[in-house]
């Protein structure tokens, strides 16, 4: 069957589509991304406002078309930080169903973590043990670890590449000043999760998994050996380190001539940067890998389990 995966996130709003069947690994079609950047749209009291709202409507709704164009049997409607998290969040949520025509399943922070794990999983397989995932998105950070396709330890955090730019970055470059304000909140901001995973065993992979690190991966990484292209890369923290102090000094527009860095990408990637540099930090990473597959991906294989199966006889 042909499945569809709405992800209406802070940065986009991401359809993908693919063919599954029990037991096999999704096939992707299709994919379509609308940038919104939600954070721009926030009123004074965390509403979005009407305008973000109406952006909101018209790229749901131009999924809709293309999922139906596409024979989709069955959409998946998500939201995450960004919508959940607005003061006016019910009527927001209200307007995305009447323009998608059917209902909106809001994902919590943990939640969200934890399908982008069971996704990561599933790339890296059961040999890889014990992973450490990051995930940076426009409104939060989500963490999740463990040796399992669930993890025994999930968090989100409101560190959000595209939230850590409008309260700490508001200048075009970015101020020196403001940006070591935000390191130095973004290190607070970690601090109970360093706790949480004190205890936990060494990672045997620390996994990266969001456009944001992936694109930082691009610009700061290596690709893995035996690996070509921006599936399999290797961020190491000196790199990334090394690389924010020159990505700050360009301006937004001119950044996207970088390898790896998108337009949809260029006003949050210096904020995505110092908030992954702060959490290898904190966590004692030397070097992280990418992973293709991300919370769609997750949302996908959750519900290929879901699906009867019964075997040839």
């Given at each position: 069957m042909r499945l569809g995966v709405l992800d209406i996130g802070s940065n986009t709003v991401h359809l993908l589509v693919a063919d599954v069947r029990p037991g096999g690994r999704p096939l992707a079609t299709t994919s379509q991304r609308t940038v919104l950047r939600l954070m721009r749209y926030l009123g004074s009291d965390g509403e979005i406002v009407e305008e973000g709202v109406a952006a909101l409507e018209r790229a749901v709704a131009e999924a809709r078309a293309t999922a139906t164009k596409e024979g989709v049997?069955?959409?998946?409607?998500?939201?995450?930080?960004?919508?959940?998290?607005?003061?006016?969040?019910?009527?927001?949520i209200a307007r995305i169903e009447a323009a998608l025509g059917q209902p909106l399943q809001v994902l919590g922070g943990e939640t969200e973590a934890r399908y982008t794990f069971l996704a990561v999983r599933r790339w890296f397989g059961w040999s890889a043990?014990?992973?450490?995932l990051f995930d940076i998105g426009g409104g939060s950070l989500e963490i999740a670890a463990g040796a399992d396709e669930l993890p025994d330890a999930a968090m989100s955090v409101p560190l959000g590449a595209g939230r850590m730019t409008v309260e700490f970055l508001p200048s075009d470059p970015p101020d020196l000043?403001?940006?070591q304000r935000l390191r130095e909140h973004a290190a607070a901001t970690l601090a109970p999760v360093v706790d949480m995973l004190r205890d936990h065993p060494r990672p045997d992979h620390v996994v990266g998994s969001s456009k944001a690190i992936r694109s930082l991966a691009k610009l700061a990484g290596v690709p893995m050996p035996g690996w070509s292209g921006i599936e399999r890369m290797v961020l190491p923290r000196k790199e990334l380190k090394a690389w924010i102090p020159r990505l700050a000094r360009i301006p937004a527009e001119a950044r996207q001539e970088l390898?790896?860095?998108?337009?949809?990408?260029t006003f949050q990637?210096?904020?995505?940067?110092?908030v992954l540099h702060q959490a290898m930090k904190a966590l004692d990473i030397d070097e992280l890998e990418t992973s293709p597959w991300a919370l769609r991906e997750g949302v996908l294989l959750r519900y290929i389990e879901s699906l009867s199966w019964h075997p040839a006889s």
């Amino acid at each position: 069957m042909r499945l569809g995966v709405l992800d209406i996130g802070s940065n986009t709003v991401h359809l993908l589509v693919a063919d599954v069947r029990p037991g096999g690994r999704p096939l992707a079609t299709t994919s379509q991304r609308t940038v919104l950047r939600l954070m721009r749209y926030l009123g004074s009291d965390g509403e979005i406002v009407e305008e973000g709202v109406a952006a909101l409507e018209r790229a749901v709704a131009e999924a809709r078309a293309t999922a139906t164009k596409e024979g989709v049997d069955e959409l998946l409607a998500t939201a995450t930080s960004a919508v959940r998290e607005a003061a006016n969040g019910g009527e927001v949520i209200a307007r995305i169903e009447a323009a998608l025509g059917q209902p909106l399943q809001v994902l919590g922070g943990e939640t969200e973590a934890r399908y982008t794990f069971l996704a990561v999983r599933r790339w890296f397989g059961w040999s890889a043990g014990q992973i450490l995932l990051f995930d940076i998105g426009g409104g939060s950070l989500e963490i999740a670890a463990g040796a399992d396709e669930l993890p025994d330890a999930a968090m989100s955090v409101p560190l959000g590449a595209g939230r850590m730019t409008v309260e700490f970055l508001p200048s075009d470059p970015p101020d020196l000043d403001d940006i070591q304000r935000l390191r130095e909140h973004a290190a607070a901001t970690l601090a109970p999760v360093v706790d949480m995973l004190r205890d936990h065993p060494r990672p045997d992979h620390v996994v990266g998994s969001s456009k944001a690190i992936r694109s930082l991966a691009k610009l700061a990484g290596v690709p893995m050996p035996g690996w070509s292209g921006i599936e399999r890369m290797v961020l190491p923290r000196k790199e990334l380190k090394a690389w924010i102090p020159r990505l700050a000094r360009i301006p937004a527009e001119a950044r996207q001539e970088l390898p790896g860095i998108t337009a949809d990408r260029t006003f949050q990637i210096v904020a995505g940067a110092v908030v992954l540099h702060q959490a290898m930090k904190a966590l004692d990473i030397d070097e992280l890998e990418t992973s293709p597959w991300a919370l769609r991906e997750g949302v996908l294989l959750r519900y290929i389990e879901s699906l009867s199966w019964h075997p040839a006889s």
